[in-house]
Each structure stands twice: as C-alpha cells, then as structure tokens.
C-alpha cells in the first residue's frame, strides 16, 4: 500500500478509475476522432462521394486501438465491432458531422470551450485504454513485458499508427513520413505511459493502477487541453529527451538533425527529403490548416 | 413459413442452396478469375518472368474471399490453403490459362456464350460465400450485426477489396483509387446482399435462407450475364441511390461531383484528382481493353 | 531407416539437428540481419533522428520470421517478443551495431572472416527455422501441404518477404519491386527447402529430419559464404531452373524476358519497367553499395 492511499486522494484515484468511459466519454473520443477527420483535405467531399468509404475511415478513427491491438494479439480484428451500441453511436456522431444541416454540430462541438472539455473527455479514454491494454496483454503473457507494452501503445495511440493505411483508403498515399518515423505527441505519451503501466503491472512501480490512471489522466488532460487551447507544438517531453537521447543516441532526436558519428564504410546516403520539424499531431496540423482557411474565408 | 415455401419454388430454392459448389461452380469462379487477372496489363509478362508470383496472385484472385473473412475473424488466413483439391484445382486452371499451348483454353473459355456461362456459375458461388460468410460470423458473434455484414461482404467481394495489394504483388501501385472509394457492381452488390443475409439471419426479413439465395442469385445472375455480355457499365442500383442519397448524403453517391453544403471554417481543399466516372469493374475496364487491342490487331 | 543413419553421419546429423541455436546462434543471426540494415541507406540517419523507428526496424530483421508465421497461422504476432532474452539480446545487438563508440562493433563483426562465421551461423538457424514451421504447420493441419510449405517458407524467408513494409516504416517506398516478383538467394532457396522439409513431413521423401536438416544447412552455409566472400550474384539453382523453367513456362524465369506466346486479344502493355538483372538479396546490394563508398573514402 503507498502513500497516496492513505489520503482521500488514493478514494478519488479508485472512484475516477472506476468511472465508466460508455457513454459520456466514449462520445468524446468519437467527437473528437471524427473533427480531425473532418479536418483533413478532402474529407469532406469524400463524405458525399463515397459515404461508405467515410463511414469506414471514421470507424478506424474511432475503433483503431481496438483494431490494432486485436491484431497484435492474434484476435478477431473486427471484434469489437460486435459492440453494437459503440457503432452506432460513433456512426450517428459521423452523421452528425458531416451531414447535420447548416453544419450546426460541426460548429458547437468546435465552439472552443466545449471542445476544450471533450479533448480532456478524450484523455480518459485513452489512458484507460493503455491500462486495460497492458492489463490484458498481462492476462495472455504474464511475463511478456514487450507484449504489454506493444499493447498498451497501440491502445492509446489507436488509428495514429495506422495513419498510412487509413490515409489510403481515403486516395492518399504519403510514404516519406509515418507515425513511428516521425512521433506525434499523443503517440509518444501513449509510449510513455505504456512503459509506466506495464512497470506498474509488474510491480517495478510502486503505485496502484487506479492511481497511475489518474495521474497520467491529469497530466494528459492539462498537456493537450493546453496545447489545443494555444495551438502550441512544444513537446512537454522535449526537455527530458534533450537531456538523455544525445547520451543514449548520439544527438537529440524528433527530428532535429544533429551531430551523428562517421562510420567509416557505412552508407552515408540520406533516402528520404531533410527532417521535418518536431511532429505536429495531424491534429495540430489540421488546426492550423482551418484557422488559416477561416482567416482567408473573413 | 412463408408464402414462397407452399409453392414448389420452395422446394426447388431449397435444393439449389444445397447443390455442391465443388468442384463445378468453383471452376467456373477460378476461370472467370483468373481469365480477368490475364486481362491485367504485364499479366502474361509477369506469368513468364515470375511464374511464382503469378500463381500467387491467381491464388489471391481465387481464394481473397477466404483470406479475407479469415482475417476478420482472427482465423488464420492461410487456412483455406489446407484444402488441397481446391488450391489444385485452381492452380490447374492457372497453368491452363497462361501456358496452355495455343493459348487454346484461353480462346475457349472466352468464346462468349461459354464465359456467360461460367459468369452465372461464378454469381452462384459468390452468393453462397455470402451466405457463409454471414452464418459463420453469426456463429461467432450471434448479436454482431456489424461482424455479420461485414464478413459477408469480404466473400462476396473477395479479391478486389484487397486490390492495391494485389497490385502491388504485381509491382503495380495506385494509390488513389481503391475499391472502397469507387466501388464497381459486384462489390456494391455484395455489400447489399450482406445486408440482406443479416437482416434474413436476424429474423428481421421474413424469408428462409434458401429462398433469399436463390432470388439473390437469379438477381445477380441476370446484371452479370447483361453487363457481360453488352459491356454495359450502367449500375441496376443507380435508380434507387439517385433517390435515396441526395437525401442522405446531400448528393448524388458514386463518384458524382454533386452540390455540398459550405462548411464554415472546415477545409475545402481536396487532395485527389477529379472524380472518376461511374466505377467499372476491374472485369469491365480490361474486357474494353481486351476489345480495342483485339480491333487493333485486326 | 535410411542409409545415412548407419553410418556415423546419422549420429552426427542427430546431434547437429538437436544443437541449441540460442543464445550463440540466434546471435550471430542477429549481427548479421542487423549487419545488412545498417547498410541500407539511410539507417545510419534514422537511428539518430527516430531511435525507436530505427530498433522496431532491427526487430523486424530479426524476429520478421516468427510474426509472418504467426500472421499466416493466426497466432498473435507478437507472440514471439513474449521471449524477453531474444529480444533484449537483438536490442543489444542493434544498439552496439549503431551506437558502439568508434564504431568499433561495426568494425568488429564486418571484419570478413569473422562475418563468413556469422553468415554461416545465421544459415544454420535458417534452416532451423524452417524445419519448425513445417513441423509446426503439419501439427495444425495434418494434410494441409500448401500450409507447410508457406509458413516454411516465411520462416526462412524472414523479413525480406515483408520487405515493402519494412521500408515504408523507414519511409522508403518502392512498389516496382518485391521479393516474390524478384527473389534473392535465400528466399528462392527457403522455398525449394520448404518444398523438401514438407516431402520429408509427409514422408515423400525417405529421409530423416535430422538429415535433411544437416545436409540442407550444408548446402546454404557453403553457398552463402562463398557469395559473401566473392560477392558473387550467380544463383546456384540458375542451372536446373534454365532446363525446368522454358519447358514448364515457356522462358528462363527470375528476371530474363524469354520469348511468350501471343495471345489473341490478350493485353501485351507492360506496367513495369524493363526486368531487373537476376535478383541481387539485398544483403548482395548494399554490400555493393558499400564497398564502392570505402573505395570513394579511400
């Protein structure tokens, strides 16, 4: 038993952990989810072109971690698909979207002070998935640490990891960057926070796991409630990697092109364009491509 | 009971979908296959130079169906592989096609009164895999009405769901098309057939299993051997969709650019060239090639 | 009981068979796959700019085995990172091979008598690798000999047949080409010892598995040490290949455009660009590319 269960705060760790995510918060992610689809070029023209095709990519967006980690453990992929009322909500929220007259559920769910609330509602959901993640993987390989932790990551960085795929079933195809190439930062705290959780679910952490839950929730709702609300693309994690990857690694990492030793004989050829700077999510990218746009549109 | 089953037409449903696919129908499916992967261009180049990988992707054209579901459902998709006599089979009708002396069985099969055989017998076991596709997934999940239709699509569509890939296969890469986004008949037709298979295995449509089999078949029977025989690219759905669509989806679907609603502040920037005319099958596009070049050689 | 086994050879080859590839074994196989990703151009880069791309890239090189038996088998394919020792030794083996201070590591194993002893090591689990996926394979489907021979196959195969998407994660995109269109040594040479274990599994073929296995690494250590020493691209199988392959196909397969029938009507177009000379592995590639640059340095 740690510290923090003595106090009332170890209470709210449990009750928040315990809080569950259908329906309120699992709206929020598909809210969410599909306002950074709609954000992206030709998403909407899709919607009327090929609403199936639509229909499909707001599914991955909604359902990617499940998808994902279905596959990584040898599961039926399409499993959670048998949650009806998860479908059909995050069909209706799609609906709702794209096709809401005079577009006004677009405009309230972008109405900033309620999107800040669904962002951090989006939070939970992720982090709770990272658990649960890493807690099944546990249940299948009781000793599998990379097995959890794969699980943990896929589970909170969900259809981010598959964006290549998900971009081409749109018509899109961009292979020179990825998500793993060039990390995003909910895809790097999800990597993160997967190795805290499978630390804790080994017991190399001392913390309990509705604890761990809530602190990383608190820390992932202030992170991205402040980077949406300021359109910032610092990475909170930038000072602590400065730090250790030009020790580890030789030069800073995310895309800085530092110092690197010369090999001698070993190919010097560079495959892909010079490194882009630090990795805006496609959600920050997306945020900016709009403002611009409402800013020519007035 | 419903009224059909007191005709003899019951009877006569129910010994169709009873009637063995193998090793007939099946034929049939593995020429109509494999005859429209030789109309794909480098198709024989590539039988000559890599006849390995062009027996893979006859196998894919021949079995994606299996492969697909198998998927899915988190089966192994090599699974149907272990039916030899099918794998033989197809591989038989592989060599036939691409290294038959004379090119004689070739010029069989596509003797037109022959091949609008082997199309109908091809719609039959394309709307059995349906049916199968839609059972076995109820078996699994018996309330996944999402899983249900989905595995029913996969079958009956089969390869061409999977096509950039099997392109790919081929060395062949075009991203910004895909069957999702431009679907032609026989995929759309079974992405309506699943619907009605689950809405059947529901107990939401008031028709046995055989009948909706029958009638299905005969359906897709008829716009196959049609659209076969005049190289009609005219879709029997548009009537309907041009109906519903604009009422949904607040435009015409398939490809037409209609009018969409001005959505203030989201992106109108579109990543992909113009629209396509109405999707023809993979089947339609290489059999108007196949036509012009034989003028040509005239 | 055959000839081999009365002679001291049998004893012999049982022992051989029974070896423990892990750890010494498994780590030469991993000096040497991590060796030739080093070589690729770019790799150098990526492991400064995106570590964690760059050690998921290594663990695909040397598990790509295990996860393409897995998927084919619809097992979990991260199935095998539960094997914590495996993958801390590969990390081991990634991070000396980029971050070793003075390179020295690099130096070390590319220092060419050492490396033909890697090389030599790594065919040995080779060959072991696909003796078990046949093995493992017939366990689950008795007769399924298209099963066997597949999943035998990616296991010696490894990473190259997945070769596309390892280099899409490093963002390298090269559809024109793959390895099944255009196979190296080693892939063509899994294929025919796939074809041989599954003979041996279904007792076609009169020999013990041991046997078969010491004779058939004989085979792969002398020719691939003699390809490493020289950088020879000579295929041994180009001499039976070029008597089967125009009788069964018509022409001289793996890359030479042989003469082909013509087909009335058939499409002639060529999608791909002029065929490549015989299929250099990629490992034969970069050490080309390699040696050039040292010569360029000097």
Chains 1, 2, 3 share one sequence.
């Not at 992610?29 to 199936?52: D, H, N, Q, T, W």
């Not at 990617?64 to 980690?69: E, N, P, Q, T």
């Not at 110092?259 to 490194?275: I, K, R, T």
Request: glycine content about 6%; charged content about 15%.
């Amino acid at each position: 038993m740690d510290l923090t269960e003595a106090l009332p705060l170890g209470e709210l760790a449990a009750a928040f952990a315990a809080l569950p995510v259908f329906p309120l918060f699992d709206t929020a992610y598909f809210i969410i989810s599909i306002l950074y689809l709609k954000y992206e070029p030709g998403a909407v023209e899709m919607s009327r072109k090929s609403p199936f095709a639509s229909w499909l990519c707001a599914m991955l967006h909604c359902f990617g971690s499940y998808i994902l980690a279905d596959l990584l453990l040898g599961e039926a992929p399409i499993g959670y698909f048998s949650h009806n009322s998860s479908v059909i909500l995050a069909t209706a929220v799609w609906y709702l979207m794209f096709f809401c007259p005079m577009n006004l559920f677009y405009k309230c769910v972008s109405f900033l002070p309620l999107k800040l609330v669904f962002v951090a509602m989006k939070e939970v959901v992720r982090v709770r998935k990272i658990a649960a993640g890493v807690h099944h993987a546990h249940h299948l390989y009781h000793h599998g640490w990379f097995v959890m932790m794969a699980t943990g990551w896929v589970k909170g960085s969900g259809v981010a990891l598959m964006s290549n795929f998900e971009q081409l079933l749109r018509g899109v195809w961009k292979p020179e960057t990825n998500e793993i190439l060039h990390m995003s930062f909910p895809t790097k705290a999800s990597l993160y926070g997967t190795v805290l959780f499978t630390l804790q679910q080994t017991h190399w952490l001392p913390i309990s796991e509705a604890n761990l839950i809530f602190f990383f929730t608190m820390f992932m709702i202030v992170c991205k409630v402040f980077m949406t609300a300021t359109h910032s693309h610092a990475s909170p994690f930038a000072p602590l990697e400065n730090l250790i990857c030009p020790v580890l690694f030789g030069s800073v990492s995310s895309g800085h092109p530092g110092h690197h030793h010369d090999h001698h004989g070993a190919s010097h050829e560079v495959s892909h364009p010079p490194p882009p700077p630090p990795a805006k999510s496609k959600e920050e990218l997306n945020e900016g491509t709009r403002k611009r746009k409402a800013k020519k549109a007035e």
